[in-house]
């Protein structure tokens, strides 16, 4: 007979910490910080923090799905934009801070959240483009998309690597998905 509570408790492990990084970013992404002329939202700091720690699959469905479920419940309008465009964001920091540079862990999740920012601002810009039909409200909302990328990727490399996140989930929470 078969031995599977191992496999139970990884699969219960990595289940409990995606839904726990996924309700984070549906609250995050619930509300926003007001600056002038708009909203900073701080759910890319769930999103890029559970990409440098997760599996791409993981990764994709803290980011993308619970990107999508957050603007679903508060703001429908771009909850498909916010699938595609955190979801790939999610998957590609992911890959590039597990795959790449495996001696220097920091320097790849550095090298991820920047490929990550760029294709969050990227993704929102077109998607503001074509859900309002208009590329002046993309223009508009470019400098908002910028800062909120940034501040998502900084403070989730800090949290990572500066406060230790990072070392503490591969030592207490990886090891036990292996």
């Known amino acids: 007979m078969k031995d599977t509570s191992k ?9 409990c910490t995606t839904a726990v990084f996924m309700g984070m970013n ?3 992404s619930s509300f926003g910080v007001p600056v002038p002329g ?7 700091i769930v999103i890029c923090t559970a990409a440098i720690l997760f599996d791409p699959l993981a990764a994709f469905l803290v980011g993308g799905v ?5 603007d679903m419940l508060f703001y429908p309008v771009a ?9 790939l964001q999610a998957v590609v920091i992911s890959i590039i801070s597990h795959y790449t540079l495996k001696k220097h862990p920091a320097a790849a999740s550095g090298l991820g959240v920047t490929v990550g920012a760029i294709i969050m601002v990227v993704g929102y810009s077109l998607g ?14 470019l400098p908002y998309q910028i800062l909120q990328a940034a501040v998502g990727a900084i403070v989730a490399m800090l949290i990572c690597h500066k406060l230790g996140l990072y070392k503490l989930y591969k030592e ?3 090891a036990k998905l292996k």
């Open 66 to 70: 619970g990107a999508f479920l957050g």
């Open 79 to 87: 909850m498909f934009v916010s699938l595609a465009t955190h979801g």
């Open 7 to 15: 496999n139970v408790k990884r699969t219960t492990v990595w289940l």
């Open 38 to 44: 708009g909203h900073l939202y701080m759910n890319d």
């Open 26 to 28: 549906i609250a995050l």
């Open 128 to 141: 503001r483009a074509f859900v309002y039909a208009k590329p002046e409200t993309a223009l508009l909302k």
């Open 172 to 174: 207490r929470i990886a």
